[in-house]
């Protein structure tokens, strides 16, 4: 295991049986942002379950991640109120200016796109929520500009 990503003292802290892999993973994540996938045999031998079933339960919960969190995060709503004004457009048009689709994130890790079913606030959409920032009303357009804004690789131009 990396040097940088060391759990051994989660897993010494930690019980070793199977169902005390969901505890372990949610320490692994505060700690690390993610789940090194170079800790996944250790995490598997300690909870005496095999690497192929650990992965199975981590990627069951949407709330752990294998890769580390993007720089910045762009939830698009495709709730119905939102999807009927437009919420795909504005997905498939930010996706498109930097080169990812939803659930994917840039090559260099600098941005994530997500979609996500309601945001709680219908009567503006389409909204997106752009680093826990609402932004209300958007247009295919308006949502590329704001992509194009973060710059190609993530960072805030
Ligand atoms: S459907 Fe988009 S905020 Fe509710």
Avoid: W
Avoid at 17 to 42: K, S, W, Y
Avoid at 86 to 115: I, N, Y
Wanted: charged share 20%.
């Amino acid at each position: 295991m990396s040097e940088a990503f060391d759990i051994r003292d989660i897993l010494h802290a930690a019980g070793g049986r199977p169902h005390d892999l969901i505890g372990i993973l949610q320490t692994v994540q505060e700690r690390f942002g993610h789940i090194p996938p170079a800790a996944l045999p250790a995490i598997a031998r300690h909870v005496r379950m095999s690497p192929g079933e650990v992965f199975g339960v981590l990627s069951f919960y949407p709330g752990f991640s294998l890769r580390p969190p993007a720089r910045h995060v762009c939830e698009v709503c495709l709730g119905t109120a939102c999807h009927v004004r437009g919420g795909a457009a504005v997905a498939e048009s930010f996706g498109r200016a930097l080169g990812v689709s939803p659930g994917e994130a840039s090559s260099d890790g600098g941005v994530e796109l997500k979609t996500v079913n309601c945001l709680g606030c219908c009567a503006i959409g389409p909204v997106l929520r752009l680093d826990g920032r609402i932004e209300a009303r958007m247009t295919p357009s308006s949502a590329r500009d704001l992509a194009l804004g973060l710059g190609t690789d993530g960072r805030k131009t």
